[in-house]
């Protein structure tokens, strides 16, 4: 576990999927401490309401404060979209001023309009992330000529999560919702983000689906490297973060079936230990 003095980064996903995002934090920043919370006893966020994955990601937050991050990242698009607001503008006043709490749209808003050339951009996500419409608000916030088409894929998460990405029910779910994206759009999308952290797990599959002019986001390099910025742009936080070299992993669920599932989203054998947050 940490010690008493670490500062770890905090990276919070409701599952898995916020992994393929540590995965290149660590890549591009593997010098700072990282700890990261699994809440995969109350997964899939994607389908709550939006005042349920608030509770929920406040009190996974409020955990990584009380472990010593100063800092914790919402791998997690669901969250990002129903509860960083919120607790940006709510809550961390009342907690402590002086943290922070980031998510991951954001930084692949600011992408999209400098790729795009049609100006028609598709986002694939969770029901709870389309129903969300945060992707098409904040691009709208800074590129309003591009317009945003949304598709909900909710099978892809169980499709990662049981192991069958590569199995033939991924190729029909994901040429399925492929089609209805660009349905909606015919010839037009030219850039698509991959709106879900779990989905990179998939994007071999989504890659033979889409013409090959069409660019593909997904969110842990542009996350990664939006954190690495953000780093230099605010160096007193970043003198706070403890740079250790240091990885801990928890989950709110069995820590075994973590251990088999994260070691597939990361790449590399993962060792966790279950804790309580609510």
Not at 6 to 15: E, L, N, Q, Y
Not at 141 to 169: R, S
Not at 180 to 201: E, V
Request: charged share 15%; with cysteine; hydrophobic share 40%.
């Amino acid at each position: 576990m940490l010690s008493p003095n670490s500062a770890p980064i905090g990276v919070f996903d409701s599952g898995y999927g916020g992994l393929t995002v540590l995965k290149q934090l660590l890549i591009h920043l593997p010098q700072y401490d990282y700890l990261y919370l699994g809440d995969n006893a109350r997964t899939p966020y994607g389908t709550r309401s939006f005042e349920t994955v608030y509770q929920f990601t406040l009190e996974s937050v409020r955990y990584l404060f009380n472990a010593g991050c100063p800092l914790v990242i919402l791998a997690c698009n669901t969250a990002s979209a129903k509860a960083l607001r919120s607790i940006q503008q709510q809550d961390l006043p009342l907690i402590d001023a002086s943290r922070r709490v980031l998510g991951v749209i954001r930084p692949s808003v600011e992408q999209v309009g400098l790729l795009t050339k049609t100006g028609h951009v598709g986002v694939l996500g969770t029901t709870g992330t389309v129903t969300s419409d945060s992707y098409r608000i904040e691009i709208q916030k800074i590129f309003p000529h591009v317009q945003v088409f949304q598709q909900a894929c909710p099978m892809w998460v169980p499709l990662v999560e049981n192991g069958e990405y590569q199995g033939a029910g991924a190729d029909f779910f994901v040429q399925r919702d492929l089609q209805l994206l660009f349905a909606q759009s015919p010839q037009q999308i030219d850039t698509i983000i991959l709106g879900c952290t779990h989905y990179p797990l998939l994007i071999e599959k989504i890659k033979s689906y889409l013409p090959t002019h069409v660019k593909l986001l997904s969110q842990g390099e542009i996350v990664a490297q939006s954190l690495a910025d953000y780093l230099v742009r605010h160096s007193t936080m970043a003198q706070r973060c403890s740079a250790f070299g240091s990885r801990t992993f928890l989950t709110t669920d069995n820590a075994q079936t973590f251990n088999q599932h994260a070691a597939v989203f990361l790449g590399q054998a993962v060792e966790s230990q279950k804790v309580m947050v609510f």
